[in-house]
């Protein structure tokens, strides 16, 4: 083979990991910004029917947050947001999360991280602190009784209901506005 060839070749592979790990490194979304539209993917029909098989949690999942009420798998509506301290997009997101979070403090609505990295609890609750994150996170091992489908992007955010049923698959930066308008069209009372 030519040395043009080779030289073709490398920027080919060079090409195709730098689109790899774009999509969950830290420029998955350099241009979106929190008041533009994200992907919205509906993993069920309206009628909050899942695709996907339930699968229920112990009672009580960990939490690493400082001062946050307990984690319940069960009998509660959760909003997951998976995260890495390598996505721009988001820490751009977080803010807007620790309001939605303070807001429905009183309601049957929790608002929860994932560290998508592969860190410790200890990390990743040093993690959190650092980016200023407000409201509960696990880490990867500690969300995997919730069943949820890895991510393919980042961020990306799940509304899952009290059975543990994906609803939503949320890819993209979401705002505080963005959720409650689709707790709303699926009806979570908020």
């Known amino acids: 083979m030519s040395p043009l060839r080779y ?6 592979i060079t090409g195709v990991s730098l689109v790899g790990f774009t999509v969950i490194g830290s420029d998955a979304l350099p241009n979106q910004m929190p008041d533009q539209a994200s992907s919205q ?13 339930s699968t229920h949690a112990s009672t009580h999942a960990p939490n ?4 946050p009420r ?8 959760k909003i997951i947001n998976y995260w890495s ?7 751009i997101e977080i803010p807007e999360l620790n309001l939605l979070f303070d807001e429905l403090a009183a309601s049957n609505i929790q608002v929860l991280g994932v560290n998508f990295d592969e860190d410790d609890r200890k990390t990743t609750l040093r993690l959190a602190r ?13 969300v995997e009784a919730l ?8 961020p990306t ?8 049923e994906v609803l939503t698959k949320l890819v993209g930066i979401q705002t505080k506005a963005s959720i409650y308008t689709l707790l709303t069209e699926l009806a979570i009372p908020h």
């Open 7 to 12: 030289t073709i070749i490398a920027l080919l």
């Open 41 to 53: 993917v509906p993993t069920h029909a309206p009628t909050h029917a899942s695709t996907h098989a």
């Open 64 to 67: 690493i947050a400082p001062n």
């Open 70 to 77: 307990p984690i319940e798998a069960l009998g509660s509506w």
């Open 85 to 91: 301290t390598t996505c721009a997009p988001c820490r």
């Open 130 to 142: 650092r980016l200023g994150i407000e409201f509960p996170t696990l880490n990867l091992s500690e």
């Open 147 to 154: 069943g949820l489908p890895a991510p393919s992007a980042l």
């Open 157 to 164: 955010t799940y509304i899952v209901s009290p059975t543990n």
